[in-house]
Nanobody, 122 residues
Framework: QVSVVESGGGLVEPGGSLRLSCVAS????????MAWHRQAPGKELELIAH???????NYADSAKGRFTISRDAAKKTVYLQMNNLKPEDTALYYC????????????????WGQGTQVTVSA
């Protein structure tokens, strides 16, 4: 059974921090990698970070130095620690399971959660 549930979003002031969590079912967590994406109003879906089953991580330029992705295999949970948040980080954040080919992350169809809203505003 496919299940992906994100949580941890909310309203935070600029410069603040949030930690997002994503609990996935075994069939999702067993993929090559797990990833966080986001979509702001009127903008395309953006891959923020992904982490392989071996723990290798990769970040979008917008996330480098501020966001940290991690995973807990025992809990089948992936986290996204977000620090020094900016208004432009406001978006719906999605978790996803997928595969890696030639260093590129490919999201698996149907392995998406419903998202958690992050709003950065004073």
């Amino acid at each position: 059974q496919v299940s992906v549930v994100e949580s941890g979003g909310g309203l935070v002031e600029p410069g603040g921090s949030l930690r997002l969590s994503c609990v996935a079912s075994e069939i999702v967590f067993a993929r090559d990698a797990m990833a966080w994406h986001r979509q702001a109003p009127g903008k395309e879906l953006e891959l923020i970070a992904h982490i392989s089953s071996g723990g290798d991580t990769n970040y979008a330029d917008s996330a480098k130095g501020r966001f940290t992705i991690s995973r807990d295999a025992a809990k089948k949970t992936v986290y996204l620690q977000m620090n020094n948040l900016k208004p432009e980080d406001t978006a719906l954040y999605y978790c996803n399971g997928g595969d890696i080919g030639d260093g590129v992350y490919y999201p698996a169809a149907g392995y998406w959660g419903q998202g958690t809203q992050v709003t950065v505003s004073a």
